[in-house]
């Protein structure tokens, strides 16, 4: 009997956090489903450890991989073994809140234009302590970065097949390039609360990853939104791609210093900043530059400032909200709020 939503998580290496991970979809609220484990190749005994999960809880479908796909291959492959409709994703080294998905479900079942479904989060860092809180501005900014992470999300598989699934040329920002092309014809929709706890950790796809190959794959993103304008048409920056530089924009190493930055660490990149940026006179720079400073010789008082920031901003954003349940989302636009949307 197919069931109504299929759980999938890619794995590659994910064993310090891989046990709480699978913990927080079994324990959720909503237990309807098939959970879709697809070891990628991995070398820590991440597979032993689903493995064991999987004779324990019958809805744990494991897949091994001998090759490594990557993260394009791997999440398009977890896909394709699931069955239900919807298709609920998760991190292995996440946590998802206990009524997440009972949550995504039922704002599936009432609005039935909305192609995929994310939530807002919190950061926490590699001992579980939460490092960032709450950010609902990320929903009131103008913007194409998505306000939701990755392993937050649900989707419809008939959506995602309409789409083309994730791009291997996108490797590294598969999860934004799909959100994208879905939100050219489906509504996204956000619920504007922390059902989902992001983790700064090494286990990140992008930190554990070859760094050229990575910082090449973030420039090229750069470049797609930069470039394509408003309507985010990036088809012919793809196809015609030039072949790499050993230059790359500044913006690089603050996108992936971040997550080394809430990890609770200093990035220590200013060498490779200074051999690998494309470093001008200009605003981009400069700010790059600052960052970069701040982060690598003082990262305690660039966090507390971060923090101080994102708190702020986050009331200001709330007042602007109200107390809507779900909103829609589309690149670049303000968000508005869902009709006819009861409260969980």
């Known amino acids: 009997m197919i069931p109504p939503l299929s759980v999938v ?21 909503f237990g ?15 597979g032993d450890l ?36 919807l298709v609920a ?40 302590d939460k490092v960032r809180s709450l950010d609902r501005w990320r929903l ?33 920002w598969e999860d934004l390039d799909l959100f994208l092309r879905i ?10 609360e922390s059902l989902y706890r992001h983790r700064f950790a090494q286990t990140s796809t992008r930190l554990s990853s070859p760094r050229p190959e990575v910082e090449a794959q973030v420039d090229l993103m750069l470049r797609c939104l930069g470039e394509s304008g408003g309507r985010l048409d990036y088809e012919a920056l793809l196809r015609d791609r030039p072949p790499p530089s ?30 690998r940026a494309d470093l001008r006179i200009d605003l981009a720079s400069l700010k790059s530059m600052i960052w970069a400073l701040w982060a690598n010789f003082a990262p305690r008082s660039l966090r507390t400032c971060l923090r101080a920031l994102v708190r702020a901003r986050d009331i200001s954003a709330g007042v602007i909200l109200g107390h809507a349940t779900a909103f829609k989302w589309r690149p670049n636009q303000d968000v508005t709020k869902c009709d006819n949307l009861g409260r969980d």
Not at 155 to 171: A, I, L, S, W
């Open 183 to 192: 939100a050219g014809c489906r509504d996204i929709l956000v619920i504007p």
């Open 50 to 85: 689903i493995r064991q999960w999987a004779s324990r809880d019958r809805r744990i479908i494991p897949h091994f991989g001998r090759e490594k796909l990557g993260p394009a291959g791997s999440s398009n492959k977890v896909v394709e073994h699931s069955n239900a409709p």
């Open 140 to 172: 009131v900014r103008k913007s194409p970065f998505v306000p939701f992470p990755h392993g937050s999300v649900m989707f419809r598989r008939t959506v995602f097949d309409e789409v083309g699934g994730y791009r291997q040329e996108c490797n590294y």
């Open 89 to 128: 994703r998760m991190d292995a080294d996440d946590l998802s809140h206990p009524d997440r998905l009972r949550r995504q479900m039922n704002l599936f079942a009432r609005e039935s234009s909305a192609g995929l479904i994310g939530t807002l989060w919190e950061g926490i860092d590699a001992a579980g």
């Open 246 to 275: 050993d230059k790359v924009r500044p913006q690089v190493f603050l996108s992936l210093g971040s997550t080394i930055l809430w990890a609770g660490r200093s990035p220590s990149n200013l060498k490779r900043i200074w051999r």
């Open 9 to 29: 998580m890619p794995v590659h290496n994910a064993l310090p956090f891989l046990d709480e991970s699978i913990r927080s979809i079994i324990d959720q609220s």
């Open 32 to 46: 309807a489903f098939e959970f879709v484990i697809l070891d990628d190749g991995s070398t820590d005994g991440s």
